[in-house]
């Protein structure tokens, strides 16, 4: 860390009249954790780390193996915008976690998705990723408690319905002001559902910003007496969330994009077709990483643009993977998009296990098997050979038991603590009996 760094911070949070900064890191699962102190602390924890119990954090350390340490990553320091009230405005710096002997934690899922960087680097490649990230917008209900209400009964790019459209410039604004770039923003196909499109960029800082979206669109929508919800499938019988994420490698030595060809009929190199059958590979094995809960295989059903079939396409929004047009003159835009995570994920992790399979295909030579073009919802898949996602979070759980390219990716610390937690929830739901059984078996059985 720069001196200059240092005190260039430091200037920023006595300019801004800072008087409380929070020390941010996530959970194995995603969810983000902070430690707040007064900004006269921020020099001791800028030199020497702030200690804290790892125990009590979802999948960090066991009781006895409890301390652990923030470093604050200072390139990620910046005021919150909504949390500027005089006396006590409060900026925000992310991270990483160190154990008591100063070595980087390897549970840290900041740290997971670095080492799988470092991965790429030797291999000679960048990691750049863009995501879309979907969420509803709900109204309190009568109780004042939060409930499934949407916001407005608009629909896809809407404009006259579309009651939240002052609410996501708010959120959008708040983002640019911490240095975010936004591509677009724009009404979903569901009464309430919204979407942002983060710039692109270095996954690394993407997924920085991914946590932070999460955080300051939950933030705004309070403070409009709304609540933001990011899970998969809130409502039944309409769209889910999905976290569509385009990726591309940059050649390290070249600067240029490692994924475009311009003889190839989808303007795609050997390297993007090897990565594309990484991702088709290790789909089953990764989906418990990118669609994390029960909820999330209520998503992955046929007839609500989320896809069901392990395959790949350009025209087809009924494919896991899909490659976008890029305009004439953009070829260094060319990308692939992978459209099963949902925003529940933890972005760190998500991105390692990606990468980690993309990786894989290059170093094998993977070959692409053809493009499924047409719409899967209405073919019988059987005829072309595809494969399906995983139905539930038990049977994506049993996929990543057999991985073994994606347990590396994740080490055995996170693997071991994640494969736990979510087979906890999954017994947790197998054992619960719903609404929905009572309503159906009580008049009958």
């Given at each position: ?60 350390a066991?009781?006895?193996?409890s ?31 160190h ?5 980087p ?7 997971v998705?670095?080492n ?108 409009n ?52 059958a ?14 994390p ?7 992955l ?48 992790l998500a ?27 209405h ?12 139905s ?46 009572v ?7």
């Amino acid at each position: 860390m720069s001196d200059d760094l240092r005190a260039a911070v430091l200037q920023q949070a006595a300019e801004q009249h800072i008087a409380f900064v929070n020390l941010q890191f996530t959970d194995i699962l995603g969810m983000v954790k902070n430690v707040t102190i007064p900004v006269e602390e921020l020099p001791a924890a800028i030199e020497r780390g702030v200690w804290f119990d790892g125990s009590s954090i979802e999948g960090y350390a066991r009781t006895v193996e409890s301390d652990m340490y923030l470093v604050p990553d200072l390139t990620t320091f910046v005021p919150l915008p909504w949390d500027q009230q005089p006396g006590i405005a409060t900026a925000r710096v992310i991270c990483t976690v160190h154990m008591p002997d100063g070595k980087p934690f390897a549970g840290d899922p900041r740290a997971v998705l670095g080492n799988m960087l470092k991965q790429a680097a030797e291999a000679g490649f960048l990691y750049n990723v863009g995501p879309e990230i979907e969420f509803f917008l709900f109204k309190p209900g009568s109780d004042g408690r939060i409930a499934a209400l949407p916001h407005d009964d608009a629909g896809y790019f809407d404009v006259s319905t579309d009651q939240a459209t002052h609410i996501r410039r708010q959120m959008v604004r708040a983002l640019q002001q911490m240095g975010i770039g936004v591509e677009a923003m724009h009404h979903e196909v569901a009464s309430g559902q919204h979407e942002i499109d983060l710039g692109y960029g270095e996954a690394l800082r993407t997924a920085d910003h991914l946590v932070t979206l999460r955080v300051a669109a939950k933030a705004i929508a309070q403070l409009n007496g709304l609540y933001a919800t990011f899970m998969p499938k809130p409502i039944v019988g309409v769209n889910g969330n999905g976290l569509h994420l385009h990726q591309s490698l940059t050649d390290i030595v070249t600067g240029r994009n490692a994924f475009y060809d311009a003889d190839d009929m989808y303007g795609l190199s050997p390297i993007a077709r090897h990565f594309i059958a990484g991702l088709l590979m290790h789909a089953r094995g990764m989906c418990v990483v990118l669609a994390p809960l029960v909820n999330s295989y209520k998503r992955l059903v046929p007839g609500y643009e989320a896809p069901v079939y392990i395959s790949w396409g350009r025209t087809n929004r009924s494919a896991l993977v899909r490659v976008p047009r890029v305009r004439f003159g953009r070829n260094e835009a060319t990308r692939v998009e992978l459209r099963c995570p949902d925003p529940a994920c933890n972005p760190y992790l998500a991105f390692a296990v990606m990468l980690a399979a993309g990786l894989d295909g290059i170093r094998r030579s993977l070959s692409l098997r053809d493009a499924a073009e047409e719409d899967l919802f209405h073919v019988d898949p059987r005829t072309r050979g595809l494969e399906m996602l995983p139905s539930s979070l038990g049977l994506a759980l049993e996929a990543l038991r057999q991985d073994e390219v994606i347990q590396a990716a994740l080490g055995p610390q996170v693997y071991e603590r994640f494969v736990e937690a979510r087979q906890q929830e999954w017994d947790s739901y197998r054992a619960y009996v719903s609404e929905w059984e009572v309503q159906r078996y009580l008049p009958i059985f």
